[in-house]
T-cell receptor, first 115, second 114 residues
């Protein structure tokens, strides 16, 4: 079984400042890692995911996350945030093998951008 | 393109009343379907998933049930709602049952049980 820890439930950041949202996971098998974003009163949508290859993955709107196997982390970063980034961000993990496809989500981090 | 619908968008129900939430997917066939509940500060909890018509797996014991009467229809039900059933219910689909597949979420139903 897998588990995900998002230590920060809320992160306030000034507009155009950098941000890092932390995610740590635990698993006894190899994993796939995901970040989903939920804008107010909407469902979730995939932001980026790591399956294999380069440990640094990027989204189309400037976010990036780096898979660090030794630290069992998949932190999400953006060098300069915008008002439109205000949302809740969920880290998720699944096993990378047959029988472990279900996603396990963290409790989420609410990112608030201060003008 | 694929789309996923959920209704109703919001629902207020008294304790002990029945529940039926519906989710439909368009533009794909034989999707994997999922029901999640999102409660404040607790992230998303997987309730049920289905890999095909009539095939339902339950993740947590509770007074909810799910059914899949058609390939692209997934229904969440309860015979008698509890206060603890309040929350935001999200339906999702993925193309196949394979690790690493992206899940696509519907807009959700906000349920308040009074």
């Amino acid at each position: 079984a897998q588990s995900v820890t998002q230590l920060d439930s809320q992160v306030p950041v000034f507009e155009e400042a950098p941000v890092e949202l932390r995610c740590n996971y635990s698993s006894s098998v190899s994993v796939y890692l995901f970040w989903y974003v939920q804008y107010p009163n909407q469902g979730l949508q995939l932001l980026l995911k790591y399956l294999s290859g380069s440990t640094l993955v990027e989204s189309i709107n400037g976010f990036e996350a780096e898979f660090n196997k030794s630290q069992t982390s998949f932190h999400l970063r953006k060098p300069s945030v915008h008002i439109s980034d205000t949302a809740e961000y969920f880290c998720a993990v699944s096993g990378a093998n047959f029988g472990n496809e279900k996603l396990t989500f963290g409790t989420g981090t609410r990112l608030t951008i201060i003008p | 393109s694929q789309t996923i619908h959920q209704w109703p968008a919001t629902l207020v129900q008294p304790v002990g009343s029945p529940l039926s939430l519906e989710c439909t997917v368009e533009g794909t066939s034989n999707p994997n379907l999922y029901w999640y509940r999102q409660a404040a500060g607790r992230g998303l909890q997987l309730l049920f998933y289905s890999v095909g018509i009539g095939q339902i797996s339950s993740e947590v014991p509770q007074n909810l049930s799910a059914s899949r009467p058609q390939d692209r229809q997934f229904i969440l039900s309860s015979k008698k709602l509890l206060l603890s059933d309040s929350g935001f219910y999200l339906c999702a689909w993925s193309a196949i049952n394979r690790a690493g597949e992206t899940q696509y979420f519907g807009p959700g139903t906000r349920l308040l049980v009074l």
